[in-house]
């Protein structure tokens, strides 16, 4: 289970949010973390992410 999920600050990451939200795929409980748009270093300032290899989920 995810506990974390990092988007885009831009529309695309937003959309993605939302459209997440709205199907029901994002549990309460999970923390959110975005930036502003092109923040290369976003995942590198953030909690588990620090430090840490990145991964995409795609469907």
């Known amino acids: 289970m995810l506990d974390h999920c990092a988007f885009n ?14 199907a029901g795929e ?12 092109r923040d290369i270093a976003l995942l590198g300032r953030h909690g588990p ?7 995409a989920h795609l469907s």
């Open 26 to 37: 994002l549990d309460p409980n999970v923390q959110l973390v975005s930036g502003v748009k």
């Open 49 to 55: 992410w620090r430090n840490a290899p990145a991964w």
């Open 9 to 22: 600050g831009d529309a695309d990451g937003l959309c993605a949010r939302q459209q997440l939200r709205l």
